[in-house]
Structure formats: structure tokens, C-alpha cells
């Protein structure tokens, strides 16, 4: 069974750093695709930033220059690296990964980890 964990969130005050990661467990997989979402209180879901499994990037706007998405494969785990941090980059970020297992794809999520920005 393959799982993936998030980890790297607490509170930080604004123009702070915190580095996230998301760790893939399990046998017999490969990451493909792997994104950061987050979510705040009272708001949708919403892409932060993706990369792919040739390690192509992509930014919210919002984010854009702040944050920096990564990927170590020899150890199944994908980075956030979020600086010049917000109050409004408050939430709690989840890692949706594309999970190659056998022949097939799993799209799994993480079960989030809080960031808290005080102003």
C-alpha cells in the first residue's frame, strides 16, 4: 500500500520560511506527477504548484517567485520550499501525487499539514 505523508507546517510570521514535504511509502511504485494544494478556512481547495515527472514546474500566480517546488526521487519525496511567507498563505497544504504502481496510476492524497502566517 502506498501512502504519502506531508510534513514541515507550523507557525511562522510573515516574510518567514518553512520547507514541506511529502514523502511517498510503500513498494513497488513510482512518483509521476506531483502536486501541493492548500486549502484555508471557509475556501476551496486550490493548486499551489505541480511538477512533473520529467520535472517540469508550474506556479499559482500567487506564489509565483515565492514559493519552489522539488523532487528527490531516490527518496520518493516532493518539496515546497515557500518563502517571503503571508498571512494569506495561511492554510493547510495537502500533496496529491500521481502514483505509477504496476501497470496502473493511483492518485493519492497526503493528509495536509497546517501552515499558520501571522502578521
Known amino acids: 500500500q502506498v501512502r504519502l505523508v506531508e510534513s514541515g507546517g507550523g507557525l511562522v510570521q510573515a516574510g518567514g520560511s518553512l520547507r514541506l514535504s511529502c514523502v511517498a511509502s510503500g513498494s513497488g511504485f513510482r512518483i509521476n506527477a506531483m502536486d501541493w494544494y492548500r486549502q484555508a478556512p471557509r475556501k476551496q481547495r486550490e493548486l499551489v504548484a505541480r511538477?512533473?515527472?520529467?520535472?517540469?514546474?508550474n506556479y499559482a500566480d500567487s506564489v509565483k517567485g515565492r514559493f519552489t517546488i522539488s523532487r528527490d526521487n531516490a527518496k520518493n519525496t516532493v518539496y515546497l520550499q515557500m518563502n517571503s511567507l503571508k498571512p494569506e498563505d495561511t492554510a493547510t497544504y495537502y500533496c496529491?501525487?500521481?502514483?505509477?504502481?504496476?501497470?496502473?496510476?493511483?492518485?493519492?492524497w497526503g493528509q495536509g499539514t497546517l501552515v499558520t502566517v501571522s502578521s
Open positions: 511538477i512533473t515527472g520529467g520535472g517540469t514546474t
Open positions: 496529491n501525487g500521481s502514483i505509477l504502481v504496476g501497470s496502473g496510476y493511483l492518485e493519492l
